[in-house]
């Protein structure tokens, strides 16, 4: 059974720092690309950002404008978003996602970690 | 591309049949969409993508159609279980995965 466990979150000041992380088990992590999806309180799914199983391509939305980065250890099965520059509006529960075969959804999620943004 | 997804909000009872609409600002291939269920306080699960295919575990009252810019999800028969919000979601050229809005289906 596939089982994604984020951890990192918490409540940050504008202009913070968070490194979110997201363990993964029960696949072959190195075999598949992975993602950070988000949510702000009580709104819809917005995707953050995608990777390939070897990390060698890396994907953003548009709001990021380069304040985040995705990595991965694909020795340790672990996921990162590295979050910088942080804005009240990025506050929301982070989830981490593994797309399926073809890298078109998302087929096994995380339960998520809360980032808060706030003074 | 943007997804609307209508109605906002379903009132049904149990046993009723839902429809649940997903149109893309401009035509998409089915291939490339998927259906999302999230109940409160729990992470979304893949329903059914590509547009038609069913992901592991999901009962066949589920069911979804459609092409160019107007996608349906189906449930024949509101089980308890299935009052929750539903996501459309598509994948772009450019890489990038949008959402709907979602659908709440609730309870009548």
């Known amino acids: 059974e596939v089982h994604l466990v984020e951890s990192g979150g918490g409540l940050v000041q504008p202009g913070g720092s968070l490194r979110l992380s997201c363990v993964a088990s029960g696949f072959t992590f190195n075999s598949y690309g992975m993602s950070w999806v988000r949510q702000a309180p009580g709104k819809g799914l917005e995707w953050v950002s995608g990777?390939?199983?070897?990390?060698?391509?890396?994907y953003y939305a548009d709001f990021v404008e380069g304040r985040f980065s995705i990595s991965r250890d694909n020795s340790k099965n672990t996921l990162y978003l590295q979050m910088n520059s942080l804005r009240a509006e990025d506050t929301a529960v982070y989830f981490c996602?593994?797309?399926?075969?073809?890298?078109?959804?998302?087929?096994?999620w995380g339960q998520g970690s809360l980032v808060a943004v706030s003074s | 591309i943007v997804l609307t997804q209508s109605p906002g909000t379903l009132s049904l009872s149990p046993g009723e049949r839902a429809t649940l609409s997903c149109r893309a600002s401009?035509?998409?291939?089915?291939?490339?969409l998927a259906w999302y269920q999230q109940k409160p306080g729990q992470a979304p699960r893949l329903l059914i993508y590509g547009p038609s295919t069913r992901a592991s575990a999901i009962p066949d009252r589920f069911s979804a159609s459609g092409s160019g810019t107007d996608f349906t999800l189906t449930i024949s028969r509101l089980e308890p279980e299935d009052f929750a919000v539903y996501y459309c979601q598509h994948f772009g050229s450019s890489a990038t995965w949008t959402f709907g809005q979602g659908t709440k289906v609730e309870i009548k």
């Open positions: 990777l390939t199983s070897g990390g060698d391509a890396t």
């Open positions: 996602a593994k797309y399926t075969e073809w890298f078109y959804f998302f087929d096994s």
């Open positions: 401009q035509s998409v291939s089915g291939s490339y």
